[in-house]
């Protein structure tokens, strides 16, 4: 069974540009997340979807930031008007419905954001 | 606001050395605790997950504890190997009701380096 596939791997480009990000979760997996991490720190969250609807999205910075999933499953993180701040690894985490089995989150291999 | 603070920030071992990793949370109101390695570069490969009613859990060489109400979990990493270099990171899922929050704090995790 394949894990979290996130595209692309990398992604460079200039400030002020609009990006989109990738995730495919887990097959069956109704939990989504996305966390943002930068060097040296661990992850933080920027938002959760359980099934089609953001369950939380607290952790989003400003209203730069968006993200979908429109059927439940694929995920699209979108970041507008890119900042040199913004540059990190984006990573995403799949998960089954809560409550039958534990929550354990498995994360993919990140999508690593430079801006310049 | 939960805060999860992981000691060391780096540690350096020779081969064969039995090593414990520290965790603390500042709220003890947590549904899970999971540690996790990341490997340079990598996204976060899943190690263990503890449940809040657990006190520890175990996989080959590793064991994971908890004292939910101290607010510390350790990592026990039992004759390392190099292979075993990588970040730890340690990461709580908040209580809601007696489910998964959905969002995991992480530490700031640490640098683990066995050399032969």
């Known amino acids: 069974g394949a894990g979290v596939s996130q595209t692309p791997s990398n992604k460079v480009t200039e400030k002020g540009k609009y990006v989109e990000l990738r995730c495919d979760p887990i097959?069956?997996?109704?939990?989504l997340y996305w966390y943002r991490q930068s060097l040296g720190q661990g992850p933080e969250f920027l938002i959760y979807f359980q099934g089609t609807g953001a369950a939380d999205d607290s952790g989003l910075p400003n209203d730069r930031f968006f993200a979908v999933r429109p059927e439940g499953s694929v995920s699209t993180l979108k970041i507008q008007r890119t900042e040199r701040g913004d540059s990190a690894v984006y990573l995403c985490?799949?998960?089954?419905?809560?409550?039958?089995?534990?929550?354990?989150?498995?994360f993919g291999p990140g999508t690593r954001l430079t801006v310049l | 606001k939960q805060e999860v603070t992981q000691i060391p920030a780096a540690l350096s071992v020779p081969e064969g050395e039995n090593l414990v990793l520290n965790c603390s949370f500042t709220?003890?109101?947590?549904?899970?605790l999971q540690w996790f390695r990341q490997d340079p570069g990598k996204g976060l490969t899943s190690l263990l997950l503890?449940?809040?009613?657990?006190r520890e859990q175990t996989s080959g060489r590793l064991n994971a504890s908890l004292d939910k109400s101290s607010g510390r979990s350790t990592l026990y990493i039992a004759a390392s190997q190099p292979g075993d270099s990588a970040t730890y990171l340690c990461?709580?899922?908040?209580?809601?009701?007696?489910?998964?929050?959905?969002?995991?704090?992480f530490g700031q995790g640490t640098i683990l380096t066995v050399h032969p």
């Open positions: 709220d003890s109101a947590i549904y899970n």
């Open positions: 985490a799949s998960s089954r419905l809560r409550g039958l089995s534990y929550n354990e989150q498995f």
């Open positions: 097959s069956g997996h109704t939990a």
């Open positions: 503890i449940q809040s009613s657990q």
């Open positions: 990461a709580v899922d908040r209580n809601a009701g007696g489910t998964s929050y959905g969002k995991l704090t």
